[in-house]
Nanobody, 115 residues
Framework: QLQASGGGLAQPGGSLRLSCVAS????????IGWFRQVPGKEREQISC????????TYADSVKCRFTISKDNAKNTVYLQMDSLKPEDTAVYYC??????????WGQGTQVTVSS
């Protein structure tokens, strides 16, 4: 129902854009969050975009480097990641929230930042 894509290998200081596409429901009805997880560590929510007013939030670890946006016509939410650091290496997931609970999850896309 949610498919995340766009991960890959980037050099430190480089950029990647992740996409999150919904195939069976309209994303504009849900708040959409991006998460990341490193093996052995807890999953971290890094960004969210509201379904109500499009307001955005970011974790301190990615603030001013990552930008979340939404294209309702394409039913897609993006995560533009700039000034990438090695510590951004993780599997990235998108998820859709209803009533404050994330109910739909994408399968994850690997991001590796390395020279």
């Amino acid at each position: 129902q949610l498919q995340a894509s766009g991960g890959g290998l980037a050099q430190p200081g480089g950029s990647l854009r992740l996409s999150c596409v919904a195939s069976t429901f309209s994303l504009d009805l849900y708040a959409i969050g991006w998460f990341r997880q490193v093996p052995g560590k807890e999953r971290e929510q890094i960004s969210c975009i509201s379904s109500y007013d499009g307001s955005t939030t970011y974790a301190d670890s990615v603030k001013c480097r990552f930008t979340i946006s939404k294209d309702n016509a394409k039913n897609t939410v993006y995560l533009q990641m700039d000034s990438l650091k090695p510590e951004d290496t993780a599997v990235y997931y998108c998820a859709a929230a209803s009533g404050g609970t994330y109910v739909y999850w994408g399968q994850g896309t690997q991001v590796t930042v390395s020279s």
